[in-house]
T-cell receptor, first 111, second 116 residues
């Protein structure tokens, strides 16, 4: 069964810092990997999706990379802002048509 | 415009009293998922429908059932809720994977279930 892990579990940075969130998965037979943002008590908002054939995707200050063979993805956030404070989750879609989520990283950006 | 709609946003039920949560989508997606998310934990997949085919996760309790009467709607039934079933329940949709692996998964805002 697919296992998805995110490190660190929590991260606190001062405003303006660049930061990297990590996601690792055990089964490389995936269709895609998706990064989500979740605010407290809310649903999930999709940030970036990387297909298994791609290496990276960018949206504004966010850049996500994927190394499928090593089972790793990173989410890079440039010039962090207090509004970026949220929990960030990665999820992989495996070839069995199931999404598996990581444990999440709780990010706090301090003004 | 909301594309995946969950009703209600907040649901309170009594211990042991059956409850149904609903999800509808305007995306015409093939696949609909139900997740359970407890506080500070990752969403846990309960089951999903691929069109009319129901796929249950091995560790989903028998207490949890689902119905998908048509493409647009999917229901989560909890037959006898226990205190441990209090959680946020998230519905999501996606297109058929493989041919559409560049299509993201879309989530509703969730239903927060409380058990008295």
């Amino acid at each position: 069964k697919q296992e998805v892990t995110q490190i660190p579990a929590a991260l606190s940075v001062p405003e303006g810092e660049n930061l990297v969130l990590n996601c690792s998965f055990t089964d490389s037979a995936i269709y895609n990997l998706q990064w989500f943002r979740q605010d407290p008590g809310k649903g999930l908002t999709s940030l970036l999706l990387i297909q298994s054939s791609q290496r990276e995707q960018t949206s504004g200050r966010l850049n996500a990379s994927l190394d499928k063979s090593s089972g790793r993805s990173t989410l890079y956030i440039a010039a962090s802002q207090p509004g970026d404070s949220a929990t960030y989750l990665c999820a992989v879609l495996n070839t069995g048509n199931q999404f598996y989520f990581g444990t999440g990283t709780s990010l706090t950006v301090i003004p | 415009d909301a594309m995946v709609i969950q009703n209600p946003r907040y649901q309170v039920t009594q211990f042991g009293k059956p409850v149904t949560l609903s999800c509808s989508q305007t995306l015409n997606h093939n696949v609909m998922y139900w997740y359970q998310q407890k506080s500070s934990q990752a969403p846990k997949l309960l089951f999903h429908y691929y069109d009319k085919d129901f796929n249950n996760e091995a560790d989903t309790p028998d207490n949890f059932q689902s119905r998908r009467p048509n493409t647009s709607f999917c229901f989560l039934d909890i037959r006898s809720p226990g205190l441990g079933d209090a959680a946020m329940y998230l519905c999501a949709t996606s297109r058929r994977p493989g041919a559409a692996s560049n299509q993201p998964q879309h989530f509703g805002d969730g239903t927060r279930l409380s058990i008295l």
